[in-house]
């Protein structure tokens, strides 16, 4: 294999996963390691009660994301996660839908074909995830979550050109699937700020992504059953250790399935949120027991993608939303 680790070697590539698991000495441009994501964040009241939880139990929240779409979110609603995200100064991630197991297409139903679920299908749901994030944007939402190629490349091309705020966050989900410091190194390339790894990767895994890329690594530390369903709460020091800079998230094994969610489910998302505040009060307790010299980021944070103030329509300044307006009204 000597040839192939060697061609590795010239791509500036790991040769192989790094087994001697070596602090990562790269950081968030605050100089920290780590920062504490909350996944499933459904609704607007969800928000509510998760950021009312953490502040009870003193568990500091830089990020908070979503998994069924702005798609499903009215105006109203949007409008409420960004000024609720803007007043706490968490960024709020929101998915960009819909995808191919929310379409009239049977093939990602297939037994062997689980992955194409999540990929836009077709060209007309390349627009229609290009339109969820316009949309998202324009309530003032600077963080959105992608999970297919295309989207993420054209999304990051809009954003160069213009057509999407410079400061939009693009967070790539856990089921992108990518696996390995390549194909990660290739989302990287094609614009995702932070890139959410498969939850059972090894520590060894890990450390030879970070190697390969200079993004931040989000990861759960407990992963809901579809995704695994694994604890990894006694490696959380190793995980931002090895992998630094690095989005610790806490999801929830043993909970119903929440996507899509609406307000037939609020009530069961709001303690499922209120839960996963728990389970990163346990975590964060972990990783301060065995790595407490682990620096955390400040919270609010210059480069999160905390919501911004929309304009008003009468302003003269220049704005996505009055630009998303017009075409409306067109």
């Not at 604890?231 to 630094?244: C, K, N, S, T």
């Not at 037939?264 to 990783?287: D, T, W, Y």
């Not at 304009?311 to 075409?327: F, H, M, N, Q, Y």
Request: include cysteine; charge should be negative.
């Amino acid at each position: 294999m000597k040839n192939t680790r060697d061609f590795l070697a010239e791509q500036h590539l790991p040769s192989g996963d790094l087994s001697d698991l070596p602090t990562s000495h790269k950081r968030f441009p605050d100089g920290g390691q780590y920062r504490v994501e909350i996944p499933s964040i459904e609704h607007p009241e969800t928000l509510a009660a998760v950021l009312q939880e953490a502040a009870l139990r003193n568990v500091p929240i830089h990020r908070v994301s979503q998994g069924s779409g702005g798609m499903l979110c009215t105006d109203a609603e949007l409008a409420d996660f960004a000024a609720q995200g803007r007043a706490a100064g968490v960024e709020v991630s929101l998915f960009a839908r819909p995808t191919a197991a929310w379409d009239t297409g049977a093939g990602s139903a297939a037994p062997t074909s689980g992955g194409l679920a999540t990929q836009a299908r077709g060209a007309e749901q390349l627009v229609y995830g290009l339109e969820d994030i316009q949309r998202i944007a324009a309530s003032g939402l600077r963080s959105v979550l992608v999970t297919d190629a295309g989207v993420l490349s054209l999304a990051s091309a809009m954003r160069e050109s213009g057509l999407l705020p410079a400061d939009l966050v693009i967070k790539v989900s856990v089921q992108m699937g990518f696996s390995n410091p390549a194909s990660i190194r290739i989302a990287e390339s094609l614009g995702a700020d932070t890139y959410n790894v498969p939850t059972d990767l090894s520590l060894a895994q890990l450390a030879a992504i970070r190697a390969a890329v200079d993004i931040p690594i989000d990861i759960y530390i407990e992963s809901p059953d579809d995704l695994g369903g694994f604890l990894r709460y006694y490696e959380i020091a190793e995980i931002v250790r090895v992998a630094a800079p690095v989005y610790v998230k806490f999801g929830l094994r043993n909970s119903p399935f929440l996507y899509p969610s609406g307000s037939h489910l609020s009530e069961l998302a709001i303690r499922l949120g209120k839960e996963r505040v728990r389970r990163a009060e346990m975590g964060l307790n972990f990783l301060e027991r065995y790595y407490p010299e682990a620096k955390m980021s400040p919270l609010k944070a210059a480069d999160l993608g905390i919501p911004q103030e929309i304009a008003r329509p009468d302003s003269s300044e220049s704005t996505l939303a009055g630009v998303l307006a017009e075409g409306r009204s067109a």
